[in-house]
């Protein structure tokens, strides 16, 4: 079965730095609910976050795709594979 990633996804000017944190979480699901069915999603922005980004949104944005990620990774991950961190593989 020929699988595909699709990476990116999240504005950087118009849900990070200038929506909320509860619009920021609403495209992260978006993202995840349609990533998630038999393919994957890299969760990322289509630039870097800007450093005028209220501290809150950055936050949100990290949670938000922690959180989805979590909930979807069932779906899309291969089999016999374990969903881990970057800091656990060390």
């Known amino acids: 079965m020929d699988r595909i990633a699709f990476k990116g996804g999240v504005d950087i000017i118009e849900t990070i730095q200038r929506g909320t944190p509860a619009a920021i979480d609403a495209s992260i699901r978006r993202l995840a609910e349609a990533g998630a069915p038999g393919s994957g999603l890299l969760i990322g922005t289509n ?14 944005y990290f949670a938000s795709a922690l959180k989805y990620a979590k909930q ?3 779906l899309t991950r291969a089999p016999g594979t374990t969903m881990r961190s970057r800091r656990e593989t060390r």
């Open 47 to 60: 630039d870097s976050i800007r450093p005028e980004t209220p501290r809150e949104n950055f936050e949100a």
């Open 72 to 74: 979807y990774a069932h």
